[in-house]
């Protein structure tokens, strides 16, 4: 879910690599997308039955306390925020966890996104890789952002490709 097609299709490039991207920067559509993913509702199914919610700027659920490479919650459902069949999402998301399957360390819980009015979209809570690594699936499944874990443990949005970029100019 990134942001930055808009500023592409100028030729300008990115927009700021920042979840704190300035509204100017983006159309109303992006502006909408974004509130919407910071107000949804980022359910993650618990081993022991019922889910622990995460929310944009609190913290992480007791039971999905992530460890220290921290932990992000993706889905390959509706690349761009453009609505696909249910067929074609579910293709998606069996690939994204044919891959997750491939890479060492990595561990996931099924979880759902549920917006404010009421889509959802069945996604994952990841565990074992880098932000990084993260970042890096979120843009290959054609995702405008994600949600990830800060230092301080609280769940933060993330729009795809900025930690790829920042680590590329560091």
């Known amino acids: 879910r990134s942001l930055r097609r808009r500023s592409r299709d100028r030729g300008g490039g990115h927009p700021p690599a920042s979840s704190a991207t300035p509204l100017a920067f983006m159309s109303q559509r992006e502006a909408a997308l974004l509130q919407a993913y910071r107000e949804t509702d980022y359910r993650v199914r618990l081993a022991g039955g019922g889910h622990a919610s995460i929310h944009i700027g609190h913290a992480l659920p007791a039971a999905l306390q992530a460890p220290p490479d921290g932990g992000g919650f993706l889905t390959a459902w509706n690349p761009d925020s453009e609505p696909r069949s249910r067929a074609a999402n ?69 729009l795809s490709g900025e930690l790829a970029q920042q680590a590329a100019t560091a």
């Open 90 to 158: 579910r293709q998606a998301q069996r690939q994204l966890l044919q891959q997750l399957q491939t890479l060492p360390g990595c561990q996931w819980r099924a979880g759902l996104g549920i917006g404010r009015t009421g889509w959802h979209e069945a996604s994952l809570w990841i565990t074992g890789l880098t932000a990084i690594q993260l970042d890096r699936l979120a843009v290959q499944y054609g995702q405008r952002a994600w949600v990830g874990t800060d230092a301080d443990g609280k769940a933060v949005l993330r």
